[in-house]
């Protein structure tokens, strides 16, 4: 159920894919940070809000626009909806790709839930930091670079931090759609003020010891890419090499040649 990290300031693990979402209870209502991968599983959260309080949800901040994160957004049809502006337009642009992935991760039994998402983007963007008073705890959620994606957002409040999926915990970072060249600064400059309670996208809860660590093997990964792309080092070697399962190499070497324009 819900885990109070501070006053007023929870997260909710669910068991699907281990996502984290993020309550924050002010005195003018509640901020959601993402909203779950559909709008069943949305509504059901929802509910699970009344045990907390009565006071309705008002603000959603959406950490990117990956539609385990996003799917919920339709059901808070009251709330101002933050994110970055790149998440706005890759919801806005083409949703196709998103319902592809959704199709692909959603287990069989629960697909049509993927069928009836209304695709709902942040209407509220920022490009580098924005501030929400929800009324007694105040909330800031910050853009430090491409990641992850190119819209991940850090919350934070009170303490506690929200990262996204900048950090996992017990699993590989996902590579699939990420500036693996760019990821580690980016994560430096999101890690000053991190904590000391952090709560990754996935999984167990985290400390900035566990950032640094997170960073290191995003450094190694990028530093054995840029030797790959960079000074004509073999790519298989890189890839057996890397902290990181060969799968995810692999993909981080491919996504690394794009982000370098540098043709396979
Ligand atoms: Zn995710």
């Known amino acids: 159920m819900f885990e109070e990290l501070a006053e007023g300031v929870f997260r ?5 894919l281990r996502i984290n979402i993020g309550v924050v209870i002010g005195e003018e209502g509640v901020l959601l940070v993402d909203t779950r991968e559909s709008e069943e599983a949305a509504r059901e959260l929802s509910r ?5 309080t009565t006071k309705p949800v008002r603000w959603v901040v959406n950490t990117h626009w990956h539609w385990d994160h996003v799917f919920g957004n339709a059901l808070f049809p009251g709330a ?3 994110g970055h ?7 806005l642009v083409d949703p196709a790709p998103h319902f592809k992935d959704a199709r692909r991760w959603m287990p069989r039994d629960r697909r049509d839930e993927i069928e009836r998402v209304r695709v709902v983007p942040p209407k509220q963007t920022f490009e580098a930091l924005t501030s929400i008073d929800i009324g007694g705890n105040r909330v800031s ?8 994606t190119d819209a991940d957002v850090v919350v934070r409040c009170a303490g506690v931090t929200f990262m996204g999926d900048l950090v996992e915990q017990g699993k590989s970072p996902e590579m699939g759609d990420s500036y ?4 580690p600064a ?3 400059a999101a890690r000053p003020g991190v904590g000391p309670t952090v709560v990754p996208g996935h999984g167990d809860l985290l400390s900035a010891t566990d950032i640094d660590h997170q960073a290191d093997r995003l450094e190694r990964v990028a530093a054995l890419l840029r030797q790959v792309l ?14 990181i399962p060969e799968l995810h190499m692999r993909k981080a070497l491919a996504r690394a040649r794009s982000e370098a324009g540098i043709p396979a």
Do not use: D, K, M, N
């Open 141 to 148: 959620a910050t853009y430090h670079g491409r990641g992850h």
């Open 230 to 243: 960079f000074e004509g080092r073999p790519a298989e070697e890189a890839v057996r090499r890397g902290p």
């Open 48 to 52: 699970e809000l009344r045990t907390l």
């Open 186 to 188: 980016t994560l430096a």
């Open 80 to 82: 101002v909806i933050w």
């Open 12 to 16: 909710r693990p669910y068991p699907f």
């Open 85 to 91: 502006r790149s998440c706005r337009r890759r919801l």
């Open 180 to 183: 693996p060249l760019e990821w």
